[in-house]
T-cell receptor
Framework: DAGVIQSPRHEVTEMGQEVTLRCKPI?????LFWYRQTMMRGLELLIY????????DSGMPEDRFSAKMPNASFSTLKIQPSEPRDSAVYFC????????????FGPGTRLTVL | AQSVTQLGSHVSVSEGALVLLRCNYS??????LFWYVQYPNQGLQLLLK??????LVKGINGFEAEFKKSETSFHLTKPSAHMSDAAEYFC????????????FGKGTKLSVKP
């Protein structure tokens, strides 16, 4: 299995630009999670989906952030407009019915907003 | 409410010494408990997990953890530290069943001295 795939691995952009992060979960998994990790705040859950439906988006910082899951094999996290304080590593994770609630993490996208 | 507390944000041990990383939890129902490891510039990787049954759980790389309900603890140990164990370790829980998200502790960074 290829594991959770995230792209890009690194993104450098300027303040005000739109940023789109992508995630492909493990095939057959029905939960997908987006996390943000910073030195100051640690690991934060932003949003998660079950069967492509957003279940809890209470961790999304503000309206500049949006996430979609148009099908079972793809999700995006969009930031528009981006700000320097959005600089962080963004992780996607997925979980399947058979995995006893274990989440499998992707390698992350390191975002730098200048 | 569920919560996870990791005692010590940084732990330093000598190579060959015992590793002990502490995790305490708060949960009103029997939890599922997890330890994840994050190596520099990588995503989180599952070390081990407790769901039900045997309270001493063995994981990868020689790590193990013991679920102690009376102490609400799930400490991670390894008899002899190796330089390659230097990483950040996260304890996490959820209720099992349909609960989607994991509740993570703030992490403990392990340093191993030669």
């Amino acid at each position: 299995d290829a594991g959770v795939i995230q792209s890009p691995r690194h993104e450098v952009t300027e303040m005000g630009q739109e940023v789109t992060l992508r995630c492909k979960p493990i095939s057959g998994h029905d939960y997908l999670f987006w996390y943000r990790q910073t030195m100051m705040r640690g690991l934060e859950l932003l949003i998660y989906f079950n069967n492509n439906v957003p279940i809890d988006d209470s961790g999304m910082p503000e309206d500049r952030f949006s996430a979609k899951m148009p099908n079972a094999s793809f999700s995006t996290l969009k930031i528009q407009p981006s700000e320097p304080r959005d600089s962080a590593v963004y992780f996607c994770a997925s979980r399947g019915q058979a995995s006893l609630n274990t989440q499998y993490f992707g390698p992350g996208t390191r975002l730098t907003v200048l | 409410a569920q919560s996870v507390t990791q005692l010590g944000s940084h732990v330093s041990v000598s190579e060959g010494a015992l590793v002990l990383l502490r995790c305490n939890y708060s949960s009103s129902v029997p939890p599922y408990l997890f330890w994840y490891v994050q190596y520099p510039n990588q995503g989180l990787q599952l070390l081990l997990k407790y769901t039900t049954g045997a309270t001493l759980v063995k994981g990868i790389n020689g790590f193990e953890a013991e679920f102690k309900k009376s102490e609400t603890s799930f400490h991670l140990t390894k008899p002899s530290a190796h330089m390659s164990d230097a990483a950040e370790y996260f304890c996490a829980l959820n209720y099992g069943g349909s609960q989607g998200n994991l509740i993570f502790g703030k992490g403990t960074k392990l340093s191993v001295k030669p």
